[in-house]
């Protein structure tokens, strides 16, 4: 593992543990080189993901790039970081899970739409303004008018 400070291939695991329920090892390490401490996770991969955009362009699957679209979205809110990376997990497994090496962004999106619906009802709008494309406030009311029309059933 490279150190982040110095780019040392030089470090020392120095704790390991089990975390998000046993899904991944949080890693606490010391670069031998400039002393540094720093923290890494590891993950099992079941396959490699390729995500698909709506153009057709072809990307592999960025687990950190969706953390930081459901981080934005539930900024200043009151939710706690470990049911966030929860949801997160949740997501890449069951986007593993579907088989298919090639994912759609739109089945990514739903993904984030349905789980960020459960955990916090104002960050699910932010998400959605900014993945359904909202232009005007209208579009906000005709959302939130969809999800009045849910939470009624």
Do not use: W
């Given at each position: 593992?490279?150190?982040?400070?110095?780019?040392?291939?030089?470090?020392?695991?120095?704790?390991?543990?089990?975390?998000?329920?046993?899904?991944?090892?949080?890693?606490?390490?010391?670069?031998?080189?400039?002393?540094?401490?720093?923290?890494?996770?590891?993950?099992?991969?079941?396959?490699?993901?390729?995500?698909?955009?709506?153009?057709?362009?072809k990307a592999p699957f960025d687990r950190d790039k969706l953390a930081?679209?459901?981080?934005?979205?539930?900024?200043?809110?009151?939710?706690?970081?470990?049911?966030?990376?929860?949801?997160?997990?949740?997501?890449?497994?069951?986007?593993?899970?579907?088989?298919?090496?090639?994912?759609?962004?739109?089945?990514?999106?739903?993904l984030v739409m349905e789980g960020l619906a459960h955990l916090d009802?104002?960050?699910?709008?932010?998400?959605?303004?900014?993945?359904?494309?909202?232009?005007?406030?209208?579009?906000?009311?005709?959302?939130?008018?969809?999800?009045?029309?849910?939470?009624?059933?």
């Amino acid at each position: 593992m490279r150190c982040p400070f110095c780019g040392s291939e030089e470090t020392q695991v120095k704790d390991s543990r089990s975390a998000e329920d046993g899904a991944s090892v949080r890693r606490r390490r010391e670069c031998s080189a400039c002393g540094g401490r720093f923290t890494t996770f590891e993950r099992v991969q079941l396959r490699e993901l390729i995500v698909v955009k709506n153009t057709g362009k072809k990307a592999p699957f960025d687990r950190d790039k969706l953390a930081r679209s459901i981080i934005i979205a539930t900024r200043k809110r009151n939710v706690d970081p470990d049911r966030i990376e929860q949801m997160i997990s949740g997501i890449v497994r069951r986007l593993e899970a579907m088989g298919e090496s090639e994912i759609p962004t739109v089945t990514v999106g739903e993904l984030v739409m349905e789980g960020l619906a459960h955990l916090d009802d104002v960050a699910y709008v932010r998400y959605a303004s900014v993945y359904k494309d909202f232009r005007e406030a209208k579009d906000f009311e005709q959302f939130l008018g969809k999800m009045d029309d849910v939470d009624d059933e």
